[in-house]
């Protein structure tokens, strides 16, 4: 199947910094990319699509100068968390969808970043 | 999107089919069934999915009623690594492919 990969895996900031998680596709063109956050106990909520080479799209209620998503290949997405706070604290997953000659590869999702504001 | 409705949790004995129930009574005819499960601290791993037509994959089975109001989701062999919470989404097509995930349904299967 396909593979996506997210770096890093776990993460520890302090408060007012900015911390930077890529996502790969390892064996297929990601067209779209999505990213999604998931509290303890709750189930994933989507933050945003990007599009190779568009402005990423947010979902409502999520910042999009706090969330910045860029998309600039298609093999990578980095989604930066600007000026962290306690309460970003999460675990961030990406998926991507794409082709790779006759083939569509569905959503499939990376392991996911736990990230935690102190 | 269709909304989904899934049993909160199923428990299965190992070795044994495990048949996870989910119900899409106001789907449309252009949305597509999904399912996906997430074992703890992982990313979603996709399983199958279908429009009308029951879909086998090495993974599992999906049976979908002929009113596509529901379907079931049939892993063949339940081993003690299934257990993961399931999630049946609908999905339009066409729609950017947004995914919505609800509570899903939280498969333990025992030894």
């Known amino acids: 199947g396909a593979v996506v990969s997210q770096h890093p895996s776990r993460v520890i900031c302090k408060s007012g910094t900015s911390v930077k998680i890529e996502c790969r596709s390892l064996?297929?063109?990601?067209?779209?990319m999505f990213w999604y956050r998931q509290f303890p106990k709750q189930s994933l909520m989507l933050m945003a699509t990007s599009n190779e080479g568009s402005k990423a799209t947010y979902e409502q209620g999520v910042e999009k100068d706090k969330f910045l998503i860029n998309h600039a290949s298609l093999t990578l997405s980095t989604l930066t968390v600007t000026s962290a706070h306690p309460e970003d604290s999460s675990f961030y997953i990406c998926?991507?969808?794409?082709?790779?000659?006759?083939?569509?590869?569905?959503?499939?999702f990376g392991p996911g970043t736990r990230l935690t504001v102190t | 999107d269709a909304k989904t409705t899934q049993p909160p949790s199923m428990d299965c004995a190992e070795g044994r089919a495990a048949n996870l129930p989910c119900n899409h009574s106001t789907i449309s005819g252009n949305e597509y069934v999904y399912w996906y499960r997430q074992i703890h601290s992982q990313g979603p791993q996709y399983i199958i999915h279908?429009?009308?037509n029951n879909e086998t994959n090495e993974m599992a089975s999906l049976i979908i009623t002929e009113d596509r109001k529901s379907s079931t989701l049939i892993l063949p062999h339940a081993t003690l690594r299934d257990t993961a919470v399931y999630y049946c989404?609908?999905?339009?097509?066409?729609?950017?492919?947004?995914?919505?995930f609800g509570k899903g349904t939280l498969l333990t299967v025992n030894p």
């Open positions: 998926s991507a969808r794409g082709v790779e000659g006759a083939l569509v590869y569905e959503q499939y």
């Open positions: 989404i609908v999905r339009v097509a066409g729609s950017n492919y947004k995914l919505t």
């Open positions: 064996d297929f063109q990601a067209t779209t």
């Open positions: 279908g429009l009308k």
